[in-house]
């Protein structure tokens, strides 16, 4: 178990899992460039230890880049059912926060004047991104009206040194902020870089509205998360953080973002977001920073997206695997006919292939209905029989490939609202199909049989 985020970047290190960087980078695209090779190369994840133009300091990246750090991060085997299972063993769980009067985060305070967030080596990441962003972060705000807390990932363009955007993606915030505008106040909304990593994977749940992703990330890690009240805004974190970033969101105004290249493998810019069909989402907000709380000798956090496979489409991978797999448990007669619910990450998250052992014929149309239209923001779903390893491209190909009659099996839904998390400029967030790529239930089941000889595994001569 690690204690805090510095005890799990000397546990990678010991495992072979973090290089140090002595050589000098560019937080301009040369930080990103280093991810985007790990990333491709299984690893490992970089402490960057001498940034141009930022002495004294550090930055960590690809934390979460691939099954194998994800494994490491959540105590477990990189295994797909053993990820998977690690979710579904702690997503209903709750260990509460516990307030202390204090600890490392406050150890430097920066507040009025003193804020300047071009002071922190704030990435710039893709080659057509509009400017610096803010990806590591955890959000964490408060309900006005509940008074529970929320924490989820967004980002967070540098508008200068005490602003930032807030595209507003993921739903739970964005209704916390609608809330505290009809109020006529702003939201505080703190950013939390470089904390134990269970907040981050929980903060990727999709827990209903109501639930303090905190508390299921005490529950991944077995213990409470000791918070501190911060110091300009009514909102609790971390207190062994390695940065914290207070804010407002200032009510009335909205803010420039983009483009930036997003997690489905493009550039997203927030004028093209949509709730219905032809209708324009502006909801990027404006945060005025208030202060800046840090540990001394603070690490930051820079975190990849942009085209597949990065951290951020490994980071969500399981989350999203784990809800469809409790969406998919409801909807079959037996939960053990399901084998694997895997969640691409090549598609930027679009795709899920969920393997069944069939037991009735229209099992696999009603769970590519059921998915698509959960609000999940999942576009294509792909049903293949338990023969066939749902984790494994060309598996699926094969079954795609000949067990689908294209007149009854490929499945087009007529255009659907998106769901409320909808984030980018194409159409699967509206436009859906499955493929039933299940063989039919027949009396000569060996038709859609694998063709292959006996005793393969016996062969010891080569
Ligand atoms: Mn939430």
Redesign the pocket.
């Known amino acids: 178990m690690f204690k805090d985020f510095r005890d799990y970047l000397d546990n990678l290190e010991k495992h072979g899992l973090l290089l140090r960087v002595t050589k000098e980078v560019d937080v301009r695209y040369e930080i990103a460039a280093g991810i985007r090779k790990i990333s491709d190369n299984n690893g490992p994840a970089l402490l960057f230890e001498n940034i141009k133009g930022y002495p004294g300091w550090r930055a960590v990246g690809g934390l979460f880049a691939t099954p194998r750090l994800m494994a490491f991060a959540l105590e477990t085997e990189e295994k797909e059912d053993k990820l998977l299972g690690r979710y579904l063993e702690f997503d209903q769980r709750r260990i509460e926060s516990v307030l202390v009067p204090s600890g490392p985060v406050k150890e430097v305070i920066l507040k009025g004047n003193d804020v300047d967030l071009t002071k922190l080596p704030i990435s710039t990441y893709c080659e057509w991104d509009a400017g610096p962003y803010l990806t590591a972060g955890v959000e964490i705000g408060r309900h006005p009206t509940t008074g529970i807390q929320?924490?989820?990932m967004i980002r967070r363009m540098l508008l200068g040194k005490d602003k930032t955007s807030l595209a507003a993606g993921?739903?739970?915030?964005r209704e916390m902020i609608q809330v505290a505008e009809k109020q006529g106040q702003g939201l505080g909304v703190a950013t939390v870089i470089g904390a134990h990593p269970a907040l981050a994977i929980a903060?990727q749940?999709?827990?209903?509205?109501?639930?303090?992703?905190m508390e299921i990330a005490g529950a991944l890690r077995g213990k409470p998360f000791e918070v501190v009240k911060c110091e300009t805004i009514d909102v609790q974190v971390p207190a062994d953080a390695e940065i914290v970033i207070e804010g407002v969101t200032v009510p009335g105004e909205s803010a420039t973002d983009g483009p930036f290249g997003e997690y489905p493998g493009n550039y997203v810019t927030m004028h093209n977001w949509f709730v219905s069909p032809g209708e324009a989402r502006h909801d990027v907000y404006l945060v005025k920073v208030t202060a800046i709380t840090m540990r001394k000798g603070a690490i930051f956090q820079a975190m990849l997206t942009g085209m597949p496979t990065t951290e951020n489409q490994i980071l969500k991978k399981w989350a999203m695997a784990a809800d469809a797999y409790r969406i998919l448990n409801r909807l079959v007669p037996y939960p053990e006919d399901i084998h694997g619910v895997n969640l691409t990450a090549a598609s930027g998250g679009y795709h899920l292939v969920v393997s069944i052992h069939k037991r009735a014929e229209a099992t696999a149309r009603n769970i590519i209905y059921t998915i698509l239209v959960s609000g999940m923001p999942i576009g294509h779903v792909v049903v293949v029989d338990d023969d066939i390893n749902s984790y494994d491209p060309a598996e699926v190909e094969w079954a795609v490939a000949t067990r689908v009659r294209a007149d009854r099996d490929v499945i087009i839904l007529p255009p659907l609202a998106p769901e409320p998390g909808a984030a980018a400029n194409l159409p699967t967030h509206m436009y859906k199909w499955g493929i039933d790529a299940t063989a039919p239930l027949m009396k000569e089941p060996w038709l859609y049989k694998r063709a292959i000889p006996p005793g393969v595994s016996e062969v010891d001569y080569v």
């Not at 993921?170 to 915030?173: C, D, G, R």
């Not at 749940?205 to 992703?213: C, F, I, K, S, Y």
Request: negative net charge; without cysteine.
């Open positions: 929320n924490a989820s993921t739903p739970h915030l903060s749940l999709n827990a209903p509205l109501g639930v303090d992703e």
